[in-house]
């Protein structure tokens, strides 16, 4: 054993030194694995808005877009079926949409922005199949409505607003997604008018 003096500010140096280098290793390490937390581009363009050209559908047509990873419609509606659906409302469940299943900017008895394009979550708000579009052949389903959509897990239906039928088991009308139009052709699903 060595009885030599012990020299403090070498030792001071060393310590410091030390936590110097471990700080560094620490927040060489802690960087990537807080990045790694962060959603990836796949994620991130999975939940971004989705632009769709609506110029091209014609009335009674409807196209199929993925937002957030969840099938939406956009179907063009002719005149004659703007005007039928104020004729069902005694046969709806939730006729004036005062469930929160759309933006506020979109309660109305058509439950869009303009009364010709409708566009919804085609998911069922029952158990989340997703119900077929009946264009011609709803008659089957409603007595007296030409056009809807019907779930076939659990006969659900919805009239050409989404809104959901009485005496089914889905318990709420079709969510409808924020959108908003950025021209006459084109609609922008998933984000509201400002944000555009």
């Known amino acids: ?6 020299n403090s500010g070498r030792r001071r140096f060393l310590t410091l030194s030390t936590a110097v280098v471990g700080g560094v ?19 991130k363009a999975a939940g971004a808005p989705v632009e769709v050209d609506v110029s091209k559908i014609e009335e009674g047509q409807l196209i199929r877009v993925v937002w957030q990873g969840k099938p939406v419609w956009v179907v063009r509606r002719s005149n004659q079926t703007v005007e039928a659906l104020n004729d069902i409302g005694e046969q709806l469940r939730d006729p004036e949409s005062l469930e929160p299943q759309q933006p506020e900017y979109i309660t109305n008895t058509y439950r ?22 009946l264009p011609d052949s709803f008659g089957e389903q409603v007595e007296g409505v030409t056009s809807g959509f019907f779930c076939p897990c659990h006969g659900s239906k919805f009239d050409m607003a989404g809104r959901v039928f009485k005496g089914v088991p889905a318990p ?7 959108y908003t139009y950025l021209n006459d052709k084109r609609i922008l699903v998933g984000a509201d008018e400002g944000e555009a």
């Open 25 to 43: 290793g620490a927040a060489a390490v802690a960087v990537p694995f807080i990045k790694s937390w962060n959603p990836s581009a796949k994620a």
């Open 172 to 178: 709420l009308n079709l969510v409808i997604p924020p």
């Open 112 to 133: 869009s922005i303009k009364p010709e394009l409708f566009v919804a979550v085609g998911i069922c708000t029952h158990l989340g199949c997703s119900p077929t579009y």
């Open 1 to 6: 054993m060595s009885n030599a003096p012990v």
